[in-house]
C-alpha cells in the first residue's frame, strides 16, 4: 500500500472512532486476527485477545447506551475521553512502518476524531429533545451501520469511503448548524420609542 492509502485510510479510522471508538478498534482487530488485512505493526495491537474481548465488550455496552434517550449523550460526553485518543493512535498507528507513532499523525487523528465526535454529540443532543424514541434508535442504527461499511471498505476504497464518510458529516453539522439556529433563534427585540 502506498503512504498515500495508507493516509486516507489512518484518517478514515480516526473519523470513525470519532462515532463508535471501540467497534473501530474491534473491528480493526478481528479483521486482523482472521487474516482479512495486514495490519500495520503498530495497529497489530488491536488482534490481541485481550483487546478484541475489551472492545468488543465495549462495543457491545456502547451498541446498548446508545439506543437509550438521554444515556446516550452522558455516554458522549464520557466517551469524548476515549474517542479523540483512540482516533489519534488508529490514524498514526495506520502509517507507522515501525511501530514509532509520529506527532503530526497523531495531532491529525485527534482533530479528526474530534470532528467526527462533535458532530455525532451534537446530532444526537438535539435528536434528544424529541419525545419520541423512533428517531434517537434510528439514529444510532445508521451510527452503527456506517461504521460497520466503512470499515468493510476502508481498505479497498479508502478515498471513495473517506469521501462518502465525510461528505456525510458535513452534511449533518450544515443540517445541525442551521437547525439549531432555527429552534434558538432569539426574537426580535422591540423597537423603543
Do not use: C
Not at 55 to 60: D, F, H, I, M, N
Not at 74 to 89: E, I, K, M, S, Y
Request: charged fraction near 10%; avoid cysteine; aromatic fraction near 8%.
Amino acid at each position: 500500500m502506498t503512504e498515500a492509502h495508507l493516509f486516507a485510510v489512518g484518517v478514515l479510522l480516526a473519523w470513525l472512532a470519532g462515532i463508535r471508538a471501540y467497534l473501530t478498534v474491534f473491528g480493526v482487530g478481528v479483521a486482523g486476527a482472521l487474516g482479512w488485512l495486514d495490519l500495520p505493526p503498530a495497529l497489530e495491537a488491536t488482534t490481541s485477545p485481550w483487546v478484541l474481548g475489551v472492545s468488543g465488550a465495549l462495543a457491545l455496552a456502547e451498541f446498548l447506551a446508545d439506543k437509550i434517550p438521554g444515556i446516550d449523550s452522558a455516554w458522549d460526553l464520557l466517551q469524548t475521553l476515549a474517542r479523540v485518543p483512540a482516533g489519534a493512535f488508529l490514524a498514526a498507528a495506520t502509517l507507522s512502518s515501525d511501530g514509532e507513532l509520529g506527532a503530526g499523525m497523531l495531532a491529525t487523528g485527534a482533530g479528526v476524531a474530534l470532528a467526527s465526535h462533535a458532530v455525532k454529540a451534537g446530532s444526537r443532543a438535539l435528536l434528544n429533545t424529541s419525545p419520541e424514541p423512533v428517531s434517537n434508535w434510528t439514529a444510532s442504527a445508521t451510527e452503527d451501520a456506517v461504521v460497520v461499511g466503512a470499515l468493510a471498505l476502508a481498505w479497498s476504497y479508502p478515498w471513495l469511503v473517506l469521501a462518502v464518510v465525510v461528505g456525510i458529516g458535513l452534511g449533518l453539522a450544515l443540517l445541525l448548524w442551521w437547525v439549531w439556529r432555527r429552534l434558538f433563534r432569539r426574537a426580535p427585540r422591540p423597537v423603543p420609542g
